[in-house]
């Protein structure tokens, strides 16, 4: 009985312990953890035609969200950076436990240090001030013909092909972004 209680208290610690570690990590890497919904990757994926001749960078890949549906339902290659070490670890998990591990490439740092060149497709979830600072970064390094679909929050200055009011994702196509006309569409109903 003792015995038993000790377990339970233990795992409750250790549950508290992660709980804790995940909203200070929040802070010290200034990076919010919240995956993107099932629902708007799927329409990130699609408004951006990802397909297997792709190279999709997920800048801040979380827990693979993004990374793994688009390398399994795609085929596409994937790149997936992130920077707070348990996400890391349980992308490195994922991918070797998953398959199409050779579509998939992890990188554990700042997204703002990685080379954006060879990306045909970025993907984003992240905080508008980070979505500020890297807009500068995708217009030095995107290729022509590159596709940027971002959750949540848009890029500052950039014009959005489409508008997904639905899942709430931004579809841009650069650098026709700079000079397009917003358009608004719900037409994308995401399925896997
Ligand atoms: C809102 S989550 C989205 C995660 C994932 N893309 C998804 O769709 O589920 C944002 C992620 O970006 C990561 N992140 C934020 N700033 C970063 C940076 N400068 N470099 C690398 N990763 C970063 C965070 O640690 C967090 O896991």
Same mark, same amino acid.
């Given at each position: ?27 010290? %890497? ?5 995956? &993107? ?5 799927? #329409? @990130?994926? $699609? /408004? ?67 080379? %954006? ?5 970025? &993907? ?5 001030? #980070? @979505?500020? $600072? /890297? ?58």
């Amino acid at each position: 009985m003792a015995v038993t209680l000790v377990l339970w208290y233990g795992l409750l610690l250790i549950g508290l312990a992660i709980l804790a570690y995940f909203v200070y990590a929040s802070f010290v %890497f200034g990076a919010g953890y919240q995956p &993107t919904p099932r629902r708007s990757v799927l #329409a @990130m994926l $699609r /408004l951006a035609e990802v397909g297997p001749e792709d190279v999709v960078f997920d800048l801040g890949a979380g827990t693979g969200a993004i990374v793994f549906r688009a390398a399994r339902i795609y085929r596409a290659r994937v790149v997936g950076v992130e920077v707070e070490p348990l996400r890391f670890l349980t992308l490195t998990l994922r991918r070797r436990l998953g398959r199409f591990p050779d579509r998939i490439t992890l990188v554990w740092g700042n997204l703002f240090h990685l080379d %954006f060149r060879p990306a045909t497709v970025v &993907t984003a979830f992240l905080w508008p001030g #980070a @979505m500020e $600072r /890297l807009r500068p970064k995708l217009e030095a390094e995107l290729r022509p013909g590159a596709r940027v679909v971002s959750h949540c929050h848009e890029i500052e200055g950039w014009k959005a092909t489409v508008y997904d009011a639905a899942t709430d994702v931004y579809f841009y196509r650069w650098p026709e972004a700079l000079d397009v006309t917003a358009r608004t569409a719900s037409e994308a109903t995401p399925s896997e």
